[in-house]
């Protein structure tokens, strides 16, 4: 399983430093962070230079949003607040490329500045990946529907938002969120799929690993910087 941490601002600094710790990925959060599109094509390019396979969580489940990830170079999205099927199936198609799905194609990185062969679009919709994120009821509802759309590549549970919009409150670590992490991972398995987890807790992150999980993001810079500036203090 690979490790990951989100960014939430264009610290190209975290980026090194998460790397030399020893993560695998970074997560670029387009929904709840601050960053703009010049820095995310800067710091994508950046952290593939170094190793660090970058993903990003878009701020919305648009097409200009998910194809300027992938034309950045993205090794796959994350799209936050699937409603339910139809909404999947229509914003999912946005990240592959015809007859698979409905990606416009355009000049960018993806094609190493010069022209492309034939093997191409193959070629870009095995490489870039699609998790549609389960964290509404309608998502949680049809996740085995979504699971199964040939433009879903994986399901990524976000369980803050899950559990507010399952009537539990704040994300607590409960046995109930465990049941609902474990129905997404057999889900997935069951279509063939990928999934992957935000890990808000070292235990949930440890039972997403248990369950098989791609990849879990867990932390982010900001958070980081709290714990560390904590500790001087101490």
């Known amino acids: 399983m690979k490790q990951a941490f989100w960014l939430q601002t264009a610290n190209q600094q975290a980026c090194e430093i998460a790397r030399l710790a020893g993560y695998d990925m970074v997560v670029f959060d387009g929904e709840h ?60 198609a946005f990240s592959k490329y015809p007859p698979l799905g409905s990606r416009g194609i355009g000049y960018s990185r993806t094609m190493k500045y010069g022209s492309v062969g034939a093997d191409y679009i193959a070629a870009e919709n095995a490489k870039r990946l699609c998790y549609a994120m389960i964290e509404t009821p309608g998502a949680f509802a049809a996740m085995a529907e979504i699971a199964a759309l040939p433009c879903v590549d994986g399901l990524f549970i976000g369980p803050g938002d899950l559990s507010l919009t399952r009537g539990r409150g704040l994300f607590a670590d409960t046995a109930a969120d465990a049941a609902d992490l474990k129905l997404v991972a057999e889900t997935a398995r069951k279509a063939g799929k990928r999934f992957a987890a935000a890990g808000p807790t070292r235990n949930y992150a440890s039972q997403a690993a248990g369950l098989g999980a791609s990849f879990v993001a867990g932390g982010d810079e900001l958070t980081a910087m709290m714990v560390g500036f904590k500790s001087f203090l101490e």
């Open 33 to 92: 962070g601050v960053l703009d599109v010049t820095a995310l094509d800067r710091l994508v390019s950046f952290c593939a230079g170094i190793g660090l396979e970058p993903y990003v969580r878009v701020g919305e489940a648009s097409r200009i949003q998910i194809q300027a990830a992938l034309d950045m170079g993205a090794a796959g999205v994350i799209l936050p607040q699937i409603e339910g099927l139809d909404h999947a199936a229509r914003v999912t």
